[in-house]
């Protein structure tokens, strides 16, 4: 077997975050090496069970979005949020989001959001295998599984990983000139590296199990649902579809922050309303402590971390593994630019700089909106019984409890804001021309081409399905949406300085009153870098903005809401 390998990038860690990092890097042309614990095929995790928006318009660019939307759930399944006193219970409140098939009727909380790809509700267990897939199909990426990261060195020019493989029980040395840590919440790299988590260290405790029955199904009296809260006096939990069929991921909160205080038998069979003589068979079975805690760091030299190894939160509005694929998507730009030898050194600050603050957002976000659903029943221990009260009172408590539920949780059922709304305010790969980005909550956000923000979608052939951003190059992209504007000077100024730019002409649907420049410079991860009318009189002066050579000289203050709505 080979023990010796080199490389440009090295991943440890092949969930979700790392192969899409592997497979972007891949597609610039970078040649990597991920390692991953598991054999292959072993059955992932099934704790993230939404694809954002966001990161399914990533997966639209790698080919695979098709594949992830059509995963799981049938097509008649309704993805809804529901509130119940039991599966077979009264029904307190309900969020209604569509199946499959119902996606493109319209009229859904998030309706509305400009993107090519809406939200969907597939789990990590089917998840994993596509993009695995996907990621065997390139050249560039070697995997290595049942493989473990042992220990690194790193010097002025690269990093040495010492690894060991599990089935021929080798030691396996890896040279590359970048090494990340995907490796999760108890990441070897992260440690390794001495960064300290800063935050909240607990905000609850969850025991976690994944079952196949299929008599839970049937529990439902109406319309099923997609997650289930159920909060009456036989039991306490959440209950999600993995499948809409047999497979069903149970959550059941601790009471006093111990484990053992919940019987992992008679607590499913509480939330779910089974009696004794029920008949399931246990699949996986997790205790997890929720936290919020970002790292204080996300590099140190040529090693870096992303996605849980570098920050930690409930998992609330289903954006753990997204914000992951994100620091993903944006660390794969910025080590390839410097791969490709046309940026500075100094562009490899901008992934902190950028991607620290939007975790620390996030993170306060979800905390927030656990606290307040959790407010919900602490103040009231007597709160079950007042919701299962078979009585006129008990109706009326119902229709209120349920109305301000229903309100309270729409944001993290349709987190807008989380997926549009967000920018980078601090970056010194962004030129800032004095506008502020709007602010932006959970669940709302305001469309701005401010430079930071994310560009507007449009579709450019909504029949054949071609939105703006796949007209967008790897790297940069001029984009004129005026047709007369003329882009040949920061063409020109692009090519002498070795910055790669692609120019797209377009004009946006008349009534996309957003797009008041002529001229957008935008990044792969549609971020806005730069706007005008036309080409600045400090052309070298953007070029080295482009390239990270020039510090930022005045940062924009943060305009982010502080609620969770």
Partial sequence: MKTAYETSIV?????????????????RGIDVIILEQRAPGAPPSTKCNTV??????????????????????????PTDFLIATALDGDEIGRIEMPSRNKRASGGWPDSDWLTPEPVVRASQLYLEPILYERMLESPNITVLNSTRAERFEQDAEGV??????????????????????????RSTIRKALGIKLVGDEELGRTRSSLIRSKEVLAKFPGRPAWMTNVVGTRGRGTVIAIDGRELWLVHRGTQDGDFDSIDLDQSLRDVLGMGPDWKYE???????????????????????????????????AGYGMN?????????????????????????LDAHMAERHPITEQVSRFAAGMGAQNRAAFEFDPDMAAKLDAQTEEGVSFRAAFGAAAVVRNRPQFAPKGL???????????????????????????SLSTAPGCRMPHFWVDEAAGVSVSELLGPDYTLVQLAPDADAQPIVKAAATAGVPLQVATVAPPAGLDVFQHRLLIVRRDVHIVWR??????????????????????KPVSPAFATSTT
């Fill in 11 to 27: 991943i440890v860690g092949a969930g979700p975050v790392g192969m899409s990092l592997a497979i972007d890097a891949a597609l």
């Fill in 52 to 77: 954002a928006s966001r990161t399914l318009e990533t997966f639209r660019r790698f080919g695979v979005a098709d594949k992830i939307r059509a995963a799981g759930l049938p097509d008649d399944y």
């Fill in 160 to 185: 040495t990983l010492y690894a060991q493989d599990t089935v021929e029980d080798a030691t396996v040395t890896i040279r590359a000139r970048f090494l990340v840590g995907c490796d999760g919440g």
């Fill in 282 to 316: 246990l699949l996986n079975h997790e205790d997890w402590i929720g936290r919020r805690m970002v790292a204080e760091q996300f590099r140190v030299g040529n090693v870096f971390i992303a996605g849980d190894a570098a920050h930690l939160w409930v998992p609330l």
């Fill in 419 to 445: 997926n549009f709304g967000y920018y980078y305010d601090a970056s010194p790969l962004i030129e800032y021309d004095g506008e502020a980005a709007p602010p932006y909550s959970m669940g709302e956000a």
């Fill in 323 to 347: 914000a992951g694929v994100a620091d993903a998507m944006n660390l794969s730009f910025i080590l390839s630019s410097v791969l490709k030898g046309w940026a500075d050194p100094a562009i």
């Fill in 532 to 553: 005008g009318d036309a080409a600045p009189d400090d052309l070298a002066g953007l070029m080295q903005r482009l390239r990270g050579a020039r510090p930022l000289e």
